[in-house]
């Protein structure tokens, strides 16, 4: 399996490392740095601003980054031998895409600071880019991982789940877990007089469909490595799903990896819950 980690001088990228070396035995492990050094990356910025020393600075900022990913490296466990790392300058999102592209990982872990959805938009979010960007799967480090043992698995549609499972299967984390499958049956709008009657009739059939789902998933899943569990909500996929998050030390979602106008009508599940979980978050593509 292989793995990119960014990494940068938070908690939450340290915690990235190491959770990923809690969940998986990766062959191939990437060290991702950015050194950011905004207007002033362009030396001809730099010698307009009439700024001394640059290239000191410059080599100082590089040299200060590298030493970074020599404490990141002594994290990862020492039977771990191919670890590679990259140190550039650039925008930190930019920088992770284009060393992701270059290695093309099974997963790419990025730490996230919890900003909300509004300081995201204003502020930006190097883990909202990544996970909007890249095509492999992505792990979003929140708290620190203790151990591994009860894993929320939530399933949204019958793609999603054989997605699911074949990630599972074909990545088992490294310690046995307790996989809870869960699926949620939107509440619809009720506003609308034409679609009210139908109503029972479209909950009796959602629920029947979701439970299926959800059992079905469980049922593939159930052995050796998980002890699977299934269970059906009905509400906001993403409020429930985020509280559920609380009793779990890792959240499994799938990824429809909707772009531009659709994103924007339709939402993003796995969006919407890297905000809410209370836990880190696997967005399986």
Known sequence: MRIVVAVDWSEPAFNAVQEVCKLYEPKELTLVHAVDLGILESPVMAQAMNLQGYDDFRKGMLDAGRQL?????????????????????????????????????????????????????????VSHRILQHVSCSTLIAKRPLKTLRKVL?????????????????????????????????????????????????????????????????????????????????????ADIIGRESANADLLVVGSHAR?????????????????????SVLVVR
């Open 69 to 125: 990913m020599d404490q990141t490296a002594k994290m990862v466990p020492s039977q771990l031998t191919s670890v590679k790392r990259i140190c550039e300058l650039g925008r930190p999102a930019q920088v992770v895409l284009d060393a992701v592209k270059a290695a093309a990982p099974d997963l790419v872990a990025v730490g996230s600071r919890g900003r909300g959805r509004m300081a995201e938009l204003t502020l930006g979010s």
């Open 153 to 237: 698995v939530a399933v949204e549609g019958p793609e999603d789940s054989t997605r699911l499972r074949d990630w599972l299967h074909t990545h088992p984390f490294i310690t046995p877990v307790d996989l809870a499958v869960i699926s949620v049956v939107p509440t619809p709008y009720a506003g609308d007089p034409v679609a009210f009657p139908y109503f029972p009739l479209w909950d009796e059939t959602a629920t029947t469909f979701a439970k299926d789902l959800a059992r079905n998933l469980a049922q593939s899943l159930d052995g050796t490595r998980y002890r699977a569990s299934h269970q059906v909500f009905q509400g906001h996929p």
């Open 259 to 279: 772009q531009g106008l659709d994103r924007f009508l339709l939402g993003s599940v796995s969006h919407a819950v890297s905000h809410r979980a209370a836990c």
